[in-house]
């Protein structure tokens, strides 16, 4: 799967999102969101595993607890791919009032003469 | 599925994505878009079907081609939780950086005493 395939898969969930509206406040350990999602360890580090494969979280143990961090710059590069598509579309839309005008102001010289 | 997540489940396809930026220029019939992708119309149609059930696209049938346009609504609503997210993000890091400049400050306050 290509970076962006992996970064927009794991926003494709409500609970990794939610995960990532936490982490976006602070480190948090992964037991800690595993009980404020009411999950069992084992599927929520299903969650966890998808996050850090798109590099959207990073987990380091510290101690005996295993602590999530937010990556911000797959986020940044998702961002980036959206502004770009909406940057084109606008030019667009921008060159297509800019054609209707030129239009109208013809057909109103023309309608002048 | 939630809105959010059938949005980012269409973006996380190389193919689909290549059909957005395509159709950010402008608008398309499904038959250019599948021979633009090598790809055969029933395969193709399942990535529009992807796609217009996140109202990214929406086709229509003009004579005997069907056209597919850009909606670009819910690229801004996929834009507006990652920005959300971001401003998050970086609100904190601000609060950090004036929590250890005070400290800073703090330490020096106390050292010149």
Partial sequence: MA??????HSLADSTRRAVIAQLAIGPASISDLAQRHHMAL???MKHIRV????DIVVSRKSGRVRMCELRPESLK????????ERRTWETRLNQLDTFVE???AKDNADGNR
């Fill in 51 to 54: 996050l850090e494969q798109s």
């Fill in 102 to 104: 030129n239009l109208a």
């Fill in 77 to 84: 590069t998702a961002q980036g791919w959206l502004e770009s």
């Fill in 3 to 8: 970076h962006l395939d992996r970064i927009f």
């Fill in 42 to 44: 084992p599927s929520f």
